[in-house]
């Protein structure tokens, strides 16, 4: 690959299993994330091929000190995520949902802003939203509204950054510590329900969405586009 691609939210889960992916198609790959020992452990995991910095994606000024320190990319892969769990919408309160807006939605732009000074031609950004959007389902609704708004934000960037790439991947319900707020006992529940009810009969694993990523890197004739990678949920529950 011989890309250098930064990976936002890049210490855990999706986004380290996309690094993972990366550095074994041959490409540099550096990743940030707000906690220092997550950070070293995800370092340690992918070897001497990753390059890591400690930097909050909701802070402009570290954002840019990060990039500038990094020098030209060539793709850019946010993959932070916001306050875990689901609320009843009669439940979300005010502070609620600013929390999920600056988990989420504020460090998506705030990274693909900063790095623009720094993007090589041809050069692509991949966001990652959630099910949620547009997903229906009870409890979800701050999730729903910021997840959506990730989405929006991408035809309309593929066309204003062009001919930088601009595109996302929707997940579908992953396996990954984004469900630790449940009991292990109820997570294995929630899984077992979610798969008989997923025309692939499973739940996802960061590997299927890095997968996705991949892709979306690589072929240089895609942009503006959402991709949904969650085994047919949508799709309704097999017959």
């Not at 950070?39 to 340690?44: D, H, I, K, P």
């Not at 509204?145 to 991408?154: D, I, K, L, R």
């Amino acid at each position: 690959m011989g890309k250098k691609v930064v990976i936002v939210g890049g210490t855990s889960g999706i986004g380290l299993a996309t690094a993972g992916r990366l550095i074994a198609a041959g490409a540099t790959v550096v990743i940030a994330g707000r906690d220092k020992d997550r950070l070293n452990s995800a370092l340690a995991e992918l070897g001497a091929e990753a390059q890591g910095f400690v930097v909050d994606a909701r802070d402009e000024q570290d954002l840019a000190r990060m990039f500038a320190e990094i020098g030209p990319v060539d793709d850019i892969v946010v993959t932070v995520t916001g306050p875990a769990g689901t609320t009843p919408f009669r439940e979300v309160t005010r502070e609620l949902l600013q929390s999920h807006v600056s988990g989420k939605l504020l460090p998506h732009i705030a990274v693909v802003q900063a790095a623009l000074p720094h993007l090589a031609p041809g050069a692509s950004v991949t966001l990652v939203s959630a099910a949620s959007a547009g997903g229906s389902m009870p409890g979800t609704a701050a999730l729903a509204a910021v997840n959506a708004a990730v989405e929006a934000t991408v035809p309309v960037l593929a066309l204003e950054l062009a001919p930088v790439r601009v595109n996302a991947v929707s997940p579908g319900v992953i396996d990954t510590d984004w469900w630790n707020f449940l009991p292990g006992d109820a997570r294995a529940d929630v899984f077992a329900g979610i798969a008989a009810a997923t025309p692939v009969g499973r739940v996802g694993s960061a590997d299927d969405i890095a997968q996705a990523i991949e892709f979306l890197i690589g072929n240089s004739f895609t942009t503006g586009i959402v991709v949904r990678v969650d085994g047919g949920a949508r799709l309704g529950s097999p017959q």
